[in-house]
């Protein structure tokens, strides 16, 4: 039996499993590296959680980040002057998206997160993304943040451009498509690319990463280029969330003006919610020539229920 005859006679809850086990395997026969890491974090989030735990600094809060009052923050938003767009989901423009891109082994790659079907979030951010930068086959186009992801791969396809994927696990330097090395700080030329996209990524740059990418974004991209961040995360207070279980001891020095919020099980050194003062002072006051918008999703979970990207910053030269 072929996999494709079998995978349509499972049901929708077997092939939630099914994904999920698939994803991981395929994860650790190409990246066994990775596959012993995430190992070496389920042995600590089971059993050293709590002693990880005490070790970060205060304050923190023993929780994920919840309940954000989204209102609240585009009204914050506007009263600062910045550039607030109601963005609603064309869901048969997306639809037709995923059937062009043949996302069968995307579909695999990304599998199933917990409840969450993250190979739905991922191709969404990926579709919208492709809009906003309205990408052709003249665009020179660079996925940041990579993790091997088959984005640039799909991009190609569907629009003609010429893609690039960066990531810093890649060998330093330009290898064929591949950049390897800092986000921030990348081997290339000024005005290299006309497009770049960070999906669910830049919240994972630490420290002062995030103003060093929004200036190296300012020299990389062309005139009339765009860089898309999504999702771009909000909170009334600025926050870091982390999951103690992927730090060693005294390794993660955070912002001392950011309340982390610490999750077992999220599985991420570092994930960065901005209240409205720090995104301003950390991102628009760095930007430069750089225009911003910001676009608010109206209705993602008419995609899926478990669909959360609800903010997308779109910047261009």
């Known amino acids: 039996m072929s996999f494709e005859v079998f995978y ?6 077997e092939k939630m499993v099914f994904l999920k086990v698939l994803a991981q395997l395929q994860k650790a026969i190409r990246h066994p590296k990775k596959a012993l890491k995430y190992l070496n974090w389920k042995i600590k989030e089971k059993l050293l959680w709590d002693y990880y735990y005490k070790t970060i600094r205060e304050p923190k809060i023993k929780s994920s980040i919840s309940e954000i009052n989204y209102e609240m923050i585009i009204e914050e938003l506007k009263k600062n002057g910045l550039k607030i767009i109601d963005y609603k989901i064309n869901t048969t423009n997306y639809k037709q998206y995923i059937n062009k891109a043949e996302y069968k082994k995307a579909q695999r790659f990304y599998g199933i997160s917990g409840k969450r079907n993250v190979f739905i979030e991922k191709s969404l951010e990926h579709y919208l993304a492709s809009k906003l930068l309205n990408l052709s086959k003249d665009d020179v186009y660079i996925d940041i943040a990579n993790a091997y992801s088959p984005t640039p791969e799909i991009y190609n396809k569907l629009y003609g451009c010429k893609v690039y994927r960066q990531d810093l696990l890649f060998r330093n330097g330009i290898h064929g498509n591949t950049i390897g090395g800092d986000a921030c700080n990348m081997p290339i030329a000024d005005g290299f690319a006309t497009s770049m996209a960070l999906h669910c990524s830049f919240e994972h740059f630490e420290q002062d990463a995030d103003i060093r990418f929004i200036k ?27 999951d103690p279980a992927m730090l060693s001891k005294g390794s993660q020095q955070f912002e001392i003006d950011a309340i982390l919020y610490c999750a ?28 911003l918008s910001i676009y608010v999703i109206q209705n993602e979970k008419e995609i899926d229920s478990s669909c ?9 030269k």
């Not at 190296?216 to 982390?242: D, M, N, S, W």
């Open 308 to 316: 959360y990207v609800k903010f997308i910053a779109l910047f261009e």
């Open 8 to 13: 349509e006679k499972t049901n929708s809850e």
């Open 216 to 242: 190296e974004a300012r020299r990389v991209l062309k005139k009339g280029g765009k860089l898309c961040i999504l999702p771009l995360y909000f909170f009334h207070k600025y926050a870091i969330q982390t």
């Open 264 to 291: 077992k099980g999220f599985g991420n050194r570092h994930g960065r919610f901005y209240d409205v003062p720090h995104f301003i002072t950390r991102i628009v006051n760095n930007a430069g020539d750089l225009k």
